[in-house]
């Protein structure tokens, strides 16, 4: 299954939520959150074009992603009877200029130049990958058409010299560009065969594996332990007779421990030990542990020593 929201992000926003403010890594993991974030909302501000053009019965993925041999991931894909397309979404800002001979994108912002790789090479490789997925999984091939949309009003294409402009599209132009390549592909399979593929896609979708603390170099000691507070956020509630208490507004909750272990089942790719729990709750009983585990929505896993927990939330998922 595909996550609604993206589990990297989430796993992002756990971290920043623990990590200290003056913690030397803080500035470059905030920075990578906030471009995964503004990704995302440029992937699903595209729904609203896509949802605009008249189509037969088309079906949308989006975020999909495979391994397969080696892993790739598809921003959206579009199902319709009779083609299919791959978009390769861009959210990037300041003039770019499309370089037909290096194959290169080339930003230049506040007078530095960055490259990009060509979105259309990258979309291709999706489009040779997916094909090869389905001929293995014996699912019919349709026309299959590739572009790339570059979703920030800000982006100036500088596209002259580039010869496959009709490819790169903003997100204005997609609607017609879709209902273009709809006219000329009238349908090849039903609508409960094109249902039956996508819910087939959908449920091979793997999530990347991305132990976000390993993956900058963080060690569980860095991070701040406690409860948080639901009414004010301070770090940390007291457990007092059964309950937690706000040490600075006096709040009482009974399940502020919730949040903590949904936090902890991120940032350990759902795999949560008494021990880690005893740490970040702040309790230091593992008898109380248990206790709060059998009322939360977490599934045991492994026995006596190598015993650990897996929320159930993220269960389909990692
Ligand atoms: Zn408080």
């Given amino acids: 299954m595909i996550p609604i929201t993206s589990l990297k992000l989430l796993k992002h926003?756990?971290?920043?939520?623990?990590?200290?403010?003056?913690?030397?890594?803080y500035r470059y993991i905030y920075d990578k959150w906030r471009q995964f974030e503004s990704g995302q909302v440029g992937e699903a501000n595209l729904e609203y074009y896509l949802k605009r053009a008249y189509l037969d019965s088309p079906q949308f993925l989006?975020?999909?992603?495979?391994?397969?041999?080696?892993?790739?991931q598809i921003d959206w894909l579009l199902l319709d009877l009779g083609y299919r397309i791959i978009l390769e979404i861009k959210?990037?800002?300041?003039?770019?200029y499309f370089d037909p001979h290096s194959r290169q994108l080339i930003r230049t912002k506040a007078g530095e130049k960055e490259v990009f790789p060509d979105p259309l090479l990258q979309v291709d490789l999706q489009y040779a990958q997916l094909r090869r997925f389905l001929d293995e999984h014996n699912i019919e091939q349709l026309p299959t058409f590739?572009?790339?949309?570059?979703?920030?009003?800000?982006?100036?294409?500088?596209?002259?010299?580039?010869?496959?402009?009709?490819?790169?599209?903003?997100a204005q132009a997609l609607p017609s560009f879709l209902e273009k390549i709809a006219r000329k592909h009238p349908a090849?399979?039903?609508?409960s065969r094109?249902?039956?593929?996508?819910?087939?896609?959908?449920?091979?979708?793997?999530?990347?594996?991305?132990?976000?603390?390993?993956?900058?170099?963080?060690?569980?000691?860095d991070l701040?332990?406690?409860?948080?507070?639901?009414?004010?956020?301070?770090?940390a509630m007291n457990r007092?007779?059964?309950?937690?208490?706000?040490?600075?507004?006096?709040?009482?909750?009974?399940?502020?421990?919730?949040p903590v272990l949904f936090d902890l089942a991120l940032l350990s790719e759902n795999r949560i030990t008494n021990k880690l729990a005893r740490e970040f709750l702040g309790t230091a009983s593992p008898e109380v542990i248990k206790k709060l585990f059998q009322r939360a929505p977490l599934i045991r896993k492994g026995n006596n020593k190598g015993a650990y927990y897996k929320h159930v939330d993220l269960i389909k998922y990692l």
């Fill in 13 to 25: 926003k756990a971290l920043l939520d623990r990590l200290p403010k003056d913690h030397p890594q």
């Fill in 62 to 72: 989006n975020g999909l992603r495979f391994e397969h041999q080696s892993a790739f």
């Fill in 91 to 96: 959210n990037y800002t300041a003039p770019i």
């Fill in 146 to 170: 590739t572009a790339a949309v570059f979703v920030n009003r800000n982006a100036i294409l500088e596209l002259q010299d580039y010869p496959n402009r009709h490819r790169i599209l903003t």
């Fill in 188 to 191: 090849k399979i039903s609508p």
């Fill in 194 to 221: 094109n249902q039956e593929i996508v819910s087939f896609l959908r449920n091979h979708h793997q999530e990347a594996h991305f132990p976000v603390l390993d993956r900058y170099g963080i060690k569980w000691s």
């Fill in 224 to 235: 701040i332990k406690g409860v948080p507070c639901p009414a004010c956020t301070r770090f």
């Fill in 240 to 258: 007092i007779r059964q309950r937690w208490q706000c040490p600075f507004c006096n709040e009482r909750s009974s399940d502020a421990h919730l």
